[in-house]
Structures are given as C-alpha cells and as structure tokens.
C-alpha cells in the first residue's frame, strides 16, 4: 500500500499582487526520492518554504505526515530534514559546534551521524565555517539536514556546488535514505541527478504544475526523432506536415527527419511513408533533457 508522506492540496502563495504558486497539487509517497523541477523563478522554493510552514498558504494547504503545516509546524519539523537553497551559517562556529547547537535545538542525538556523513563528504568538522567554499557549505547543510535521521527529507537544491565525486557521494546518500523506507523530497536543476536518483517528478512552470510522471515513463511517453532514408531522394516535406503530431520536418543529405509525439497519429503515419521507396527507419529517443526542455516552456 503506498503512504502519503506529503500531500499538497491546490496549493496558491503570493508576494503582494503576485501569484508565485498556482492551485498546484501534487503528493510524495513514502519511501520514494521525489524531484521538484522548473526553471528559475518557477515556485519551487516557495512550495518547498510553505511546507515548513516559513510561509503561510494564501490558498489550499499542504499535509506533511498528515498533518496540516500551519496547525502543528513544530511536530513536522522534527521529523523533517529541511535545507534551505541559500544556507546562512553562523560563521563564528565549526561543523562540530554546529550540530551541537542543533542536537540541542532538535532534542537528539546527531553527532555520530554527521561524523560518518563528513566522512563519507570529505568535510572537516573541526574546521572554522568562516570563509568555508560554496560546496564546504552545502556539505554542512546536507549534514545538518541528515543527521537526525529524519523520515522526510526537504532538500532545495541540495547538490549544487558539490563536485562530481562529491556529487555521487551524495546520490549514494539519496539512495541509502530511501532504501531505509524514508523520503526525499528535493529540487534540482541538475538533469544527470535526477534521472540517476529520481523515481518520479514533478514539473512546475510560472507557479503552475506541468506534470507529475515516472521518471521512466517520462522518456517513454515524450516525443521522438524519426529518421528515414529513401532508396531514391527523399520523400517531400509536404504530406507529413499534415499528420497529427508530427512537427519539425527536415532534410539533410538524402535524409528526412521528423518529430512525432507520443499521441501521434502513426497508422497514417506509417501508410504515408510506405508510399516511397524506404531504404532505412531509425528513432532516437530523446534525451531527458530535451524532454524537460518541452516541460520547461521553450517548446511549449
Ligand atoms: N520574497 C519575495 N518577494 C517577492 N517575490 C518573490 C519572493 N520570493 C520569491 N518571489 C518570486 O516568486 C517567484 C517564485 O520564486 P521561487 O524562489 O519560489 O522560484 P524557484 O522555482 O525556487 O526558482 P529557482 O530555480 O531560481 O530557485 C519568482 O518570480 C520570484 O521572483
Ligand atoms: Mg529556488
């Protein structure tokens, strides 16, 4: 049976006159790292705010645990692992002081743990915050975030910064968590990322939902290339352009290339290029980005 750990519900915040999320509704299930996608100024950060309750909802409500986050947002936050896509640190501290402060603040023990994550990130806990890099910084944030085990984790743009190594510590990371039947929740703008961690999406555009899908469903559903070359020239442009769902037609050197989306009309498709001598067939599946490009409003 699949547990609802977050269920958001027509969810609608504003700045002022601006609405920067949308009636948007979506839910994660437990035990699954769930991605949050859009481009910049999409209202990720917002949703992912108003989930701990930093903002309050002008409209709709959001269930973590099943609980509402503006009724109990101190319970939540105890069983939540929440980092912040820009991470102020008291700079005065180190990692060590850090986490104490947080056992402290968060009534449980965390120092053992984030000693196993500095290892495993390559981070000095001993070290002085102050003049830490970008990636040092996010390191702690992981870390603080991780540390008390919690059930869900809330993580806006957690790997940025990271270096590649450091990037795959962290995806094992991701995955050690979710193996433990817990949550992630995370906002990403790295493709590679989520298509290696991600079991489902979902895509936000302008304040609004796109799509919620399965990561591998999502290149299976989207469009692809097909390529087709002729035993004589090539068949004209003309008469594919007015099949449903095919788009972007090209020729290039003997070779007609089209675009044919998921719901494309194939059967006329397929009798319109049997008319012409075919010598070869071949799709290329998109790749996830191009896919999320489409999502993302550049060929919307
Ligand atoms: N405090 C604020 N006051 C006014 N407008 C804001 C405020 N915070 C965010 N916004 C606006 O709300 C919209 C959504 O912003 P948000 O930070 O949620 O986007 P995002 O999806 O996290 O983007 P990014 O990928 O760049 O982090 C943007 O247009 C942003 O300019
Ligand atoms: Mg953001």
Redesign the pocket.
Known sequence: MTHTVVSINNLTCR??D?T?VKDLSFEVNQGEIFGFL??????????LRTMMDFIRPDGGSIEVFGIDTRAEPEAIKARVGFLS?ELVLWENWNGEQYIRWLEKVRHKPMLEEAQRLAQLLDFEMKRSLQGMSTGMKRKIGVIAALAHKPELLILD?PSIGLDPLMQQVFEELMIEVREEGRTVLL?S?DLSEVEAICDRVAI?RE?ELQTVENVANLTRLAFRWMNLTFKDEAAPIEGFDRINGVTDISTENGELRMRVSGDADMDTLIKHIAQYPVKDLQFDHPTLEEIFLTYYGREA
């Not at 481009?39 to 950060?45: D, E, L, R, S, V």
């Open positions: 700045y002022g601006f920067a859009g481009p910049n100024g999409a209202g990720k950060t917002t949703t896509s743009e906002s703008h936000i304040g």
